[in-house]
């Protein structure tokens, strides 16, 4: 998971810094851990895990093939839309196995898991 997060944040910072092919080259490999690494990560050891599995699929199926059209697209609104709803994804499941103080930000350009401080604007 902790290189997902790092793939996802070079992503993020580099769409943000407009180097855009640096961007999509980050969401495919962020893509391959997702097919790869994913599917044989293990399932945390305390909180519920029983609707993980089918997130992940989900994750793979829709979410990262939409992050990688848009940083394709080059279309910094697009991949903004794109970058916040991969981090919803991401956050979700998050929540749903007891580990929502994870956090992965919204907005391209930040640090993964996010290190604001608890209350502050992004």
Same mark, same amino acid.
Request: proline share 9%.
């Given at each position: 998971?902790?290189?997902?997060?790092? *793939?996802?944040? +070079?992503? =993020? *910072?580099?769409?943000?810094?407009? *180097?855009?092919?640096? !961007?999509?080259?980050?969401?495919?490999?962020?893509?391959?851990?997702? @097919?790869?690494?994913?599917?044989?990560?293990?399932?945390?050891?305390? =909180?519920?895990?029983?609707?993980?599995?089918?997130?992940? @699929?989900?994750?793979? /199926?829709?979410?990262?093939? @939409? +992050? +990688?059209?848009?940083?394709?697209? /080059?279309?910094?609104?697009?991949?903004?839309?794109?970058?916040? /709803?991969?981090? !919803?994804?991401?956050? @979700?499941?998050?929540?749903?196995?007891?580990?929502?103080?994870?956090?992965?930000?919204?907005?391209?350009?930040?640090?993964?898991?996010?290190?604001?401080?608890?209350?502050?604007?992004?």
């Amino acid at each position: 998971m902790l290189e997902i997060g790092r *793939r996802f944040e +070079l992503a =993020g *910072r580099a769409a943000a810094a407009g *180097r855009v092919e640096l !961007a999509a080259f980050e969401v495919g490999e962020l893509g391959e851990l997702v @097919d790869d690494d994913l599917p044989r990560a293990e399932l945390p050891k305390e =909180g519920p895990t029983a609707d993980l599995a089918g997130k992940a @699929d989900a994750f793979a /199926r829709a979410v990262v093939p @939409d +992050l +990688l059209g848009a940083a394709k697209g /080059r279309e910094p609104g697009a991949f903004a839309a794109a970058f916040a /709803r991969t981090a !919803a994804a991401c956050n @979700d499941c998050h929540q749903a196995s007891g580990h929502g103080f994870v956090e992965v930000p919204s907005v391209p350009g930040k640090p993964v898991p996010a290190m604001d401080p608890v209350g502050a604007q992004p």
